[in-house]
């Protein structure tokens, strides 16, 4: 017989009082270090009333009653499935408590579940991989709703339902408010944290088998928009006109297109995140996205961003003046006109161009500019080489022609 961890705890939910101003008492069941909470559906009129420590109001009333009918209700069904060598999780318990039994767990309530106490909560996750997941709820939302299949359960997701989703992110899902439909390696990101989700079911014993092991994701290839060594010239020496501003965000831009950190990283640099060890300035810090340590040198033209920014940075404690990423790249567009650039201009513009033009174009091995950028596999940084490679088959030709 399995050796299960199981517990229950009642609690006050004192930060969301009702529109009367009663408190909502609620039940956390956890298995296996895994929880989910769900209401009780009864409430208190006063938080004077709750006993933290016995999980009961302190006088003796209905409420009370009730408390330990749910609580032996829970532990019954607990002790019924793993007698039985049945499946047991926390969703299971809450369904078969909520009376739609352990087969009708329903896709949306394990997505809603699984992403509010298992990803937003992770304080180790990203700010840009939790709004992936919501963005990912949200769209399957659109398909659910479309398909009309808002309570197919989490069992009964296959091969076939994955193609469907697919083809909605196709064809009918819309990048936020700009109405564009969506870019294949977009819809694969999607893909990827359905599936994250639909194996945590899988450590729940909820489900025995991920759909995605059969489910081949399709694949195109992805093109890095980057400036060359002229266009940069451009970018360097354009006239702002004097505008502060724009000045200080082709700073922003140029500092990551010779350090190649991106947006969060640049905008988070704190002075001490840059280091001297008595011939070079690093950056060094623990990367946003990927929780990465990193160590970069500080290049000459971007210890000239640095010490730019020495006056205000003694005030801030940032390295460079913090801008929202919408906010410059609308002023990267702007930038871009004055230089005369035509390609789209945003800041991870910055860090493409850094891997290809700055490094690799250079002569820098691939190894040293994996690290330079914090790729956690050198592939990524493979596909900026392949760039090069391209640049340089172009030139040949061109020099072919001329040596006719």
């Not at 950190?261 to 623990?286: M, P, Q, S, T």
């Amino acid at each position: 017989m399995r050796n299960d961890s199981f517990s229950l705890k009642f609690y006050l939910l004192t930060d969301k009082k009702l529109n009367n101003g009663e408190l909502p008492i609620y039940l956390r069941i956890r298995v296996n270090r895994v929880k989910v909470e769900m209401s009780t559906r009864l409430v208190l009129k006063n938080e004077s009333d709750w006993d933290e420590t016995t999980q009961r109001v302190r006088y003796k009333g209905p409420v009370n009653s009730e408390l330990n009918q749910i609580e032996a209700q829970v532990t019954n069904y607990y002790h019924e499935l793993k007698h039985t060598n049945k499946p047991i999780s926390a969703i299971i318990l809450k369904e078969l408590y909520l009376g739609r039994g352990e087969r009708t767990i329903s896709l949306k309530s394990f997505l809603q579940t699984s992403i509010k106490e298992r990803i937003l909560e992770n304080k180790e996750l990203s700010s840009n991989t939790t709004k992936n997941y919501t963005t990912t709820l949200i769209h399957l939302n659109g398909f659910l709703e479309e398909s009309q299949q808002k309570n197919i359960s989490i069992q009964d997701i296959n091969e076939s339902f994955l193609r469907k989703w697919d083809t909605y992110l196709v064809n009918k899902a819309l990048f936020n408010k700009f109405n564009v439909t969506l870019h294949r390696n977009t819809i694969n990101k999607y893909h990827s944290k359905l599936r994250v989700i639909l194996n945590m079911a899988i450590d729940e014993n909820i489900i025995s088998r991920n759909p995605y092991s059969r489910f081949k994701l399709k694949y195109t290839a992805s093109t890095r928009t980057f400036l060359t060594a002229p266009e940069l010239q451009k970018i360097e020496s354009s006239d702002l006109g004097g505008n502060i501003s724009l000045d200080r965000v082709r700073d922003k831009f140029l500092f990551s297109v010779y350090t190649g950190l991106r947006f969060k990283d640049a905008d988070n640099l704190k002075e001490e995140n840059i280091e001297f060890d008595g011939k070079k300035y690093w950056v060094v810090i623990v990367q946003n996205k990927t929780k990465e340590y990193l160590r970069v040198p500080l290049l000459n033209k971007a210890k000239e961003v640095y010490d730019k920014y020495e006056d205000e940075r003694e005030i801030t404690g940032y390295v460079l003046p913090r801008m929202s990423n919408q906010k410059i790249n609308s002023f990267l567009k702007v930038i871009a006109k004055h230089a005369g650039i035509t390609k789209p201009l945003t800041h991870h513009v910055a860090r493409h161009t850094a891997a290809t033009t700055i490094f690799l174009s250079n002569g820098v091995p691939l190894e040293i500019v994996s690290k330079q950028l914090g790729h956690t596999s050198i592939k990524t940084t493979q596909i900026y080489a392949k760039i090069t490679n391209e640049m340089l088959s172009k030139a040949a030709d061109k020099l072919d022609e001329i040596l006719k």
